[in-house]
C-alpha cells in the first residue's frame, strides 16, 4: 500500500522569500504524483501533477515539483512567494494501476508574513 | 460543466440520527472518490467507484457507512447513527480514470450533536 508523508505541519516564511514544502511517499510499484492546494474556506484543487517524462513541473503561479524517485520525494518549491499563496498544501499519490486510489498526506500550512 | 456537486453543504444532526449526503460528478467521469476531512488533517479516503462497482473501501470506516453509486453516475453516502466523532467535512471528488487528477466537491459539512 501506498503512503504520503508530509514533514512540516506549518511552514511559515515572509513574503518574497523562497520556500520549500516537503513530500515523501512509499511504494513499491510506480506512481503518479500530486500537490493540491486549499486556500481558506475553499476546496481542494489540484495545483500541478507528475505522471511520466520530465520530473520537474510547474504550475501556473510560479510553483514546481521534481519527483525524485531514488530518494521518493516531491517536494514542492516556490522561488519567491506572495500574500495571496497562504494556504494548506496537500501531496498525494496514486499508483500506477487501474485499480489505484489516491491517499493523501496530512498537508503543509504555508504562512506569508509581509 | 460546473464541477462536482455536493449536497447538503452543511449538515446538523443529533446523535444516533441517520444521514445521507449526494455527490454529483463531473459528467464521464467514471471514477468517484469519497474522503473524510478533519481540521487540521489532510483528506482521509473512505471509498471508491468505478462506474457502478465500489472497488475499495477502507477498514477505517465501520458498518455505519455505506456508499452506493447504482447508475454509474451520482452517489450517495450514508451514515447511521451517527456519533459525534463522525463530525467532519466529507468530501466528494470524481476523476475520468486512474491516471488523471482527481477533481473535488466543495465538501458536505456534518456536525454532530
Known amino acids: 500500500a501506498q503512503s504520503v508523508t508530509q514533514l512540516d505541519s506549518q511552514v511559515p516564511v515572509f513574503e518574497e522569500a523562497p520556500v520549500e514544502l516537503r513530500c515523501n511517499y512509499s511504494?513499491?510499484?510506480?506512481?503518479?504524483l500530486f500537490w493540491y492546494v486549499q486556500y481558506p474556506n475553499q476546496g481542494l484543487q489540484l495545483l500541478l501533477k507528475?505522471?511520466?517524462?520530465?520530473?520537474l513541473v510547474e504550475s501556473i503561479n510560479g510553483f514546481e515539483a521534481e519527483f525524485n524517485k531514488s530518494q521518493t520525494s516531491f517536494h514542492l518549491r516556490k522561488p519567491s512567494v506572495h500574500i495571496s499563496d497562504t494556504a494548506e498544501y496537500f501531496c498525494?499519490?496514486?499508483?500506477?494501476?487501474?485499480?489505484?486510489?489516491?491517499?493523501f498526506g496530512s498537508g503543509t500550512r504555508l504562512s506569508i508574513r509581509p | 460543466d460546473t464541477g462536482v456537486s455536493q449536497n447538503p453543504r452543511h449538515k446538523i444532526t443529533k446523535r444516533g440520527q441517520n444521514v445521507t449526503f449526494r455527490c454529483d460528478p463531473i459528467?464521464?467521469?467514471?471514477?468517484l472518490y469519497w474522503y473524510r476531512q478533519t481540521l487540521g488533517q489532510g483528506p482521509e479516503f473512505l471509498t471508491y467507484?468505478?462506474?457502478?462497482?465500489?472497488?475499495?473501501k477502507s477498514r477505517l470506516l465501520s458498518d455505519r457507512f455505506s456508499a452506493e453509486r447504482p447508475k454509474g453516475s451520482f452517489s450517495t453516502l450514508e451514515i447511521q447513527r451517527t456519533e459525534q466523532g463522525d463530525s467532519a467535512m466529507y468530501l466528494c471528488?470524481?476523476?475520468?480514470?486512474?491516471?488523471?487528477?482527481?477533481?473535488f466537491g466543495q465538501g458536505t459539512r456534518l456536525t454532530v450533536v
Open positions: 471528488a470524481s476523476s475520468a480514470g486512474s491516471q488523471t487528477e482527481a477533481f
Open positions: 511504494s513499491s510499484v510506480s506512481v503518479y
Open positions: 507528475y505522471l511520466s517524462g520530465s520530473t
Open positions: 498525494a499519490v496514486s499508483l500506477h494501476s487501474s485499480a489505484s486510489k489516491i491517499i
Open positions: 459528467s464521464e467521469h467514471n471514477r
Open positions: 467507484f468505478q462506474n457502478e462497482a465500489q472497488l475499495e
